[in-house]
């Protein structure tokens, strides 16, 4: 089993959105966690919030967040991800007004909005496509610097298992009679990285590849990073409906804040 990006940098920050823009929509639409997350913005940072989202994608949260009044400003590095999301702006005068999008490297430092923001939103696993622990660490100071004093930075992220031994896998994600999509991962210890193809086969067509990479982040990592920000953990639920956090569980949503004067 061989990946791209091996031993290359052929591993950018454009190949997850140009791998997976023509079917993340059908693969991950708005379900009731969309909901979840906007009561939540809207529960600490009030009514017409001004949130920038890192990551936007397609849109899910972001146009639910502008529907329900608050100021979003989006941003990502895949240009075939926002120009979904222009598309869908298009066709929605209503909330169109409320969203600025931003095609930009969250790694640079310098491609961020000006702030301030009462909301930094890293929403479903958004720190783990950045595959390196220092951009993930200079994420957190980012997001602090661009948040106003009392600011919250929310983080989703699912919890890892440790990545003690290279591993090779091959799993079954979807099996129908149109269409059989496979994903086979390679995890390496050195660096926590793994390494991802969702192998895409559809009867007379050809095999689509769709590459990915993550690297996945624990509790400890993230708090760290934080406090080193000037960011303090204020709770930590295990998903967006407020369910007890467990260290045994699937998944994490951290809520940090600016501290204010």
């Given amino acids: 089993?061989?990946?791209?990006?091996?031993?290359?940098?052929s591993f950018t920050a454009t190949t997850y959105g140009a791998s997976f823009a023509d079917v993340y929509d059908d693969w991950y639409p708005a379900d009731a966690t969309t909901g979840d997350v906007?009561?939540?913005v809207t529960e600490l940072a009030g009514a017409g919030a001004r949130v920038l989202e890192l990551?936007?994608?397609t849109g899910r949260l972001a146009l639910a967040l502008a529907g329900a009044g608050h100021r979003v400003?989006?941003?990502?590095?895949?240009?075939?991800?926002?120009?979904?999301?222009?598309?869908?702006?298009?066709?929605d005068a209503g909330v169109a007004p409320l969203v600025e999008i931003v095609e930009a490297d969250l790694a640079d430092r310098s491609a961020w909005p000006d702030?301030?923001?009462?909301?930094?939103?890293?929403?479903?696993?958004?720190?783990?496509?950045?595959s390196d622990a220092a951009d993930q660490r200079l994420l957190f100071r980012s997001a602090a610097r661009a948040l106003r004093p009392g600011g919250w930075f929310l983080v989703e992220a699912f919890?890892?298992?440790?990545?003690?031994e290279r591993t090779h896998d091959l799993t079954i994600r979807e099996l129908t009679a149109e269409r059989v999509v496979l994903i086979a991962t390679e995890s390496d210890p050195s660096n926590g990285v793994v390494t991802g193809q969702h192998i895409e086969l559809v009867d007379g067509k050809p095999v689509r590849l769709r590459p990915w990479r993550i690297r996945a982040t624990g509790p400890d990592e993230l708090d760290r990073w934080a406090t080193e920000a000037g960011l303090r953990l204020e709770d930590r639920d295990a998903d967006w409906s407020g369910t007890?956090?467990?260290?045994?569980?699937?998944?994490?949503?951290?809520?940090?804040r600016r501290p204010e004067p």
């Fill in 244 to 256: 007890p956090f467990s260290a045994e569980g699937a998944g994490q949503v951290s809520r940090y």
């Fill in 55 to 57: 990551g936007v994608g």
């Fill in 38 to 40: 906007v009561a939540r």
């Fill in 73 to 91: 400003v989006g941003v990502d590095s895949s240009r075939e991800m926002l120009e979904r999301l222009r598309a869908k702006l298009a066709d």
């Fill in 1 to 9: 089993m061989d990946f791209p990006g091996r031993g290359s940098d």
């Fill in 115 to 130: 702030g301030p923001f009462d909301v930094v939103l890293g929403a479903f696993n958004f720190i783990c496509n950045l």
């Fill in 159 to 164: 919890l890892p298992a440790p990545v003690d």
